[in-house]
C-alpha cells in the first residue's frame, strides 16, 4: 500500500525554527514527486511546492518562494518542509502528498498524507 | 483569491443530482491542462475523486463523474448520499508555474 505519514503537530513560538517531515511506503521514493499543500483555518487549500527525491529539483509556488524551504532525503524515503522564522500567520495544517507526472505534463496528487498541524502563537 | 473559481456552497436532498463549477482562463484549463478533483471530508485529508478530467481511481463510486469544456471544468454527483457531504477542490496547471486550486465547494446533503 502506497502510504505517506507525517510528523506529529507542532506548538511554536513566533521567530523559532521548525522542520516537519514525510515519510513515504510502498513505493519508489525516488521517482515520484511530493508536494506540500496549505490548509490555514477554515480556508481552501494552497500549493506550496514540489520536489523530486530522485535528484532534488525543487519548485516553488510564486507567492511562498523564499518563506519555506523543502528537502528530501532518498536514504530514507523522506521529504521536509522547513521554516527559519516562523510567524502567526504560518499557522496552518501541512499536507504532503505525492503527486503523479503524467503524460509530460504536471497532474494529480495521491496519496495524500494525514497532515500536520502547526500552531505559532505566543 | 484563487486563480480557479469555485462557488463556494451547493446542496441537494439525498438521490439528487448535483454539479459543482471549476472555472480558469486561457492559462491554466483554457490552455489545456488537465483538471482534477479531491473531496476532502471533515477532519480528514483530501483524497483524489477524479483524475485527468474524467477518470475515476479505483474504489471511487460512478456516482462521481468529471468533465471538461473550455477553461471550465465540473463534478457531477448523482444518487447524492449523506455521505457526500464535503469539501470539494478542483486543481490544474496554471502556465505561471504553479500548480492551483479552486478555493472550494462545500457541499451539503439537505
Redo the contacts between chains.
Sequence with gaps: EVQLVQSGAEVKKPGESLKISCKGSGYSFTTYYIAWVRQMPGKGLEWMGIIYPGDSDTRYSPSLQGQVTISADKSISTAYLQWSNLKASDTAMYYCARHEYSRGTWGWFDPWGQGTLVTVSS | Q?VLTQSPSVSGAPGQRVTISCTGSSSNIGAG??V?W?Q?LPGT????LI??NNNR?SGVPDRFSGSKSGTSASLAITGLQAEDEA?Y?C?S?DS?????????TKLTVL
Excluded: E, I, R, T
Design positions: 484563487s491542462y488537465d482534477h479531491y476532502q485529508a483530501p483524497k483524489l483524475y485527468g481511481p469539501d477542490y486543481q496547471y505561471s508555474l504553479s500548480l492551483v486550486f479552486g478555493g472550494g
